[in-house]
Every structure is written in structure tokens, then in C-alpha cells.
């Protein structure tokens, strides 16, 4: 697959300074509102031992963060056309307030949050995150968010919730690209329970110190380090878990060549093409991919006796 890069900058990337100031106290208010919040949704320690000790937002990363310019610049969101500089250019028409998240399904407080009772969840914390896209580029992203455990610890899931859900937006009014049948809309995506609770996984809503812009997955997305990027659900709005293992929106399209898994594996090549290096955007050589893009001291024992080839 060819990785274009864009000349110029797109517009967008433009923000006027009132705009930019906005933001950033929009995370530096969230941040302090959570901070007030609720104790009790931190991690316990047995998550904590699956860091081996290490807090998530202090895993050592060597990698230097992809220029800014680029983390909006260069990004996938089909629902805004299937070019990369597509979303940059076209995503402008989401409207992000208000916005609802319902989670509902096997849980014992099922209910809708709007986007502020979302942030005073739990502390948003930054975290400097590899990500590795199937198409083989991969960039270093500084996150907003705050741990996706806090959420569904909040509506207190059933014993027979084995997965979550994600559905994204889809309005054909701010969306052009949802006329298009490339994917089936709304997009979904998919996790394991024990996944989904792993402290590696957040919900984001920032990143580089401001708010999300649209292109990136306003106003809060998936974001799962160790899987690749087409996990990252853009613009949730419906979280159900459930018994049965979600359709995911890519496995839909292309059973062959998109599992549920979704795993950053250098080991399993895509059906047409190597997975065992890629191209960090900003960068001329390629490197080399890691396992589980770097995070198996955290996450491997997750997969402990499955076949990562068969469930990919
Ligand atoms: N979410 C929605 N709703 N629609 C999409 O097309 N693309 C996915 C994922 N989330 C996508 C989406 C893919 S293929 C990738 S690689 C990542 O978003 C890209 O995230 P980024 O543009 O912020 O790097």
C-alpha cells in the first residue's frame, strides 16, 4: 500500500489562537473536575500487577512523538472519505456538542453520559502511545484520556458480559463518505472484556495537550496500544456489552484479511503483504515491528495458550 504524505498543510491545521486556548483549558478543566472526582474507579491492584508495578502513563517509550502536524494530518476516518488528507479537509462538519455515549447490555446500571459527566469519570492522564497501523506506518501519539475500565466499572457489568461493543456516529447530513458502501456504517469495533478492563486501554478525548480535533475522533475514541489503529472506534456513541463477539466493521468487509483479534503481530503477515516491519510517519528507514507493538510485557499473558495465526 502506498503511504502518501501531505505537501502542505491542510487548513485545519490552522487553529487560531482563541480556538487553541479553548482547548487546551478544556483539557486542563476536565482534568482538574476528575481529579475531584471519584477515587474508587482507579485501577486495583491486580491491575496494576498486569504492569508489573509500572503506572500506564509511565511506561518508558524511547520513541520520539510524531510531529503534531502529522498526527492530524495524516489519519483514517472513512465516514469523511477514504484518502488520507480526506478527514483533515472534510471533518469540519462533525458537530461534537452536545454528544451522548449510551452503554447499555449486560450490566447492572445501564445509561447514557453526555460528554462532561464522561470526563469527570476519572483522571485524564497523558500517555505517549505506539501506535502501528495494518498498512504498515505507524506513529507515537501523546493521548488524553482516561482508562475505558473506569466507564464500565461505572454501570457495573454482569458475569456473562464476555465483550464490548463499540458503535461510532453515523449522520449522512455531516458525513459524506457514509453514502459510500466501503464499510458497514455505522462503524463498529470490538473487544474481550478483559481487554477492555486491561489499563493499557483508554478512551481518549485529547491529544498533544488539546481537545481532539474531528479527524483524530472528537469528541472521545478507543484508543488500544497494542492493537492496530483500526481498533481505535472514532466518535463513540454507543458501548454494549454482551455475551456474543461483536461483528467489527473491518472482519465485516474482509473476513480474510481482518480478524477480531487485531493484535500487532510481526510474526502473522496480512494476507497481502509483510507485518514485520513499518514505516514511522516523520521517518525515511523502516523498523522493525515488536510484538504486540512493544507492549507483550503488559498484554501478552492475555492471549496465554491461543493461537495468535488462527485468531488474528
Ligand atoms: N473510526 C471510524 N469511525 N471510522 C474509520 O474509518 N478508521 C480506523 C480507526 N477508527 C476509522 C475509525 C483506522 S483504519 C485507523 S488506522 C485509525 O482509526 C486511524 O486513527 P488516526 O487517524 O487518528 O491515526
Known amino acids: 500500500m502506498l503511504i502518501r504524505r501531505p505537501a502542505d498543510l491542510a487548513p485545519s491545521e490552522i487553529t487560531p489562537q482563541e480556538i487553541y486556548h479553548q482547548r487546551r483549558n478544556f483539557i ?31 511506561i518508558p517509550i524511547e520513541d520520539k512523538p510524531t510531529p503534531r502536524k502529522d498526527v492530524i494530518s495524516y489519519n483514517n476516518y472513512y465516514e469523511f472519505g477514504v484518502e488520507k488528507e480526506d478527514p483533515a479537509h472534510y471533518a469540519g462538519t462533525l ?45 507515537v501519539i501523546p493521548w488524553e484520556g482516561f482508562p475505558l475500565s473506569a466507564l464500565l466499572r461505572a454501570v457495573q457489568p454482569q458475569g456473562s458480559a464476555k465483550y464490548v461493543a463499540f458503535s461510532t456516529l453515523a449522520d449522512s447530513k455531516m458525513m459524506p463518505g457514509i453514502k459510500y458502501p466501503i464499510l458497514q456504517w455505522p462503524y463498529t469495533e470490538g473487544l474481550r472484556m478483559d481487554e477492555a478492563m486491561h489499563p493499557l486501554a483508554i478512551l481518549a478525548v485529547g491529544l498533544y495537550g488539546e481537545e481532539l480535533l474531528p479527524q483524530n475522533g472528537a469528541p472521545i475514541r478507543l484508543v488500544v496500544p497494542w492493537k492496530y489503529g483500526f481498533k481505535s472506534a472514532k ?28 493484535n500487532v503481530n510481526p510474526e502473522v503477515d496480512h494476507p497481502r503483504w509483510s507485518q514485520a516491519t513499518e514505516r514511522r510517519i516523520g521517518e525515511f528507514s523502516k523498523r522493525k515491528t515488536l510484538m504486540f507493538n512493544g507492549y507483550a510485557d503488559q498484554v501478552a499473558s492475555l492471549y496465554t495458550g491461543m493461537d495468535l495465526k488462527k485468531n488474528f
Open 235 to 262: 466518535s463513540i456513541v454507543r458501548i454494549r456489552l454482551q455475551e456474543a463477539m461483536p461483528a467489527t466493521a473491518w472482519a465485516v468487509a474482509n473476513p480474510k484479511e481482518y480478524g477480531f483479534y487485531s
Open 95 to 139: 458537530k461534537t456538542r452536545p454528544w451522548t455515549v449510551v452503554v447499555e447490555g449486560l450490566c447492572n446500571k445501564p445509561r447514557s453520559f453526555s460528554i462532561e459527566e464522561l470526563l469527570k469519570l476519572a483522571p485524564l492522564e497523558e500517555r505517549l502511545y505506539r501506535m502501528r497501523c495494518v498498512e504498515g506506518w505507524s506513529m
Open 28 to 58: 486542563r478543566h476536565a482534568g482538574s473536575l476528575a481529579l475531584l472526582g471519584s477515587a474508587t474507579l482507579t485501577s486495583g491492584s491486580a491491575l496494576a500487577a498486569a504492569l508489573n508495578g509500572i503506572a500506564p502513563n509511565k
